[in-house]
């Protein structure tokens, strides 16, 4: 049977064998900010337990890979929530009402942008474009994108996601 989540040893392994293919390359910002890359790729977040490992490996102090890490915006330094919430402001988005969608969310969730609802179940972000312009306004769930929102429509999906959850609680 395959599994389709990977588990901390299968995201270790990953990121092992990616460094092992930078290896012999020279050592420099870039190669570090791809790994960082990865690690978020596979962790959602830099995960200490792998950075310690990218330190080991790379022959890095550890204080200067966070000092990196923190230096740059994208990078992410707290497990985000279960699902990830990418609210779009862009141009498009912006003029159908993307303000009054957010406002919306911070209130369902109780967050701003850049937090995790406090039941860790959601964290919430913005995207400049998330190229479903037509849509508009747009966000994305784990991926997953919904258009023409409204913030009733969005009280209504966060809703769906609360039950789904709590349905799955019950029958673990
Ligand atoms: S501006 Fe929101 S999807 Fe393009």
Known sequence: MTCAV?????????LK???EQLRGTP??????IAILHKVQE????????????VAATMQIPTAHIWGVATFYHYFKL??????????CLGTAC???????ILEKLKDELKID??????????????????????LAPVMMIDGKIYGSLTPKRVSEIIQGYRKLEAASVKSA
């Not at 050592?27 to 570090?32: F, I, Q, T």
């Not at 912006?94 to 009054?100: Q, R, V």
């Open 27 to 32: 050592r420099s910002e870039s190669n570090l």
């Open 94 to 100: 912006y003029i159908k009402g993307a303000g009054e």
């Open 17 to 19: 064998t990616f460094m």
């Open 6 to 14: 990977k588990t901390q040893d299968h995201r270790m392994a990953e």
């Open 42 to 53: 596979l962790y959602g977040y830099l995960n200490r337990e792998a950075m310690d490992e």
């Open 113 to 134: 942008i850049g937090g995790i609802s406090p039941d860790g179940m959601f964290s919430l972000e913005e995207a400049r474009c998330l190229g479903a312009c037509g």
């Open 78 to 87: 707290k497990a985000p929530g279960k699902h990830v919430i990418a609210i």
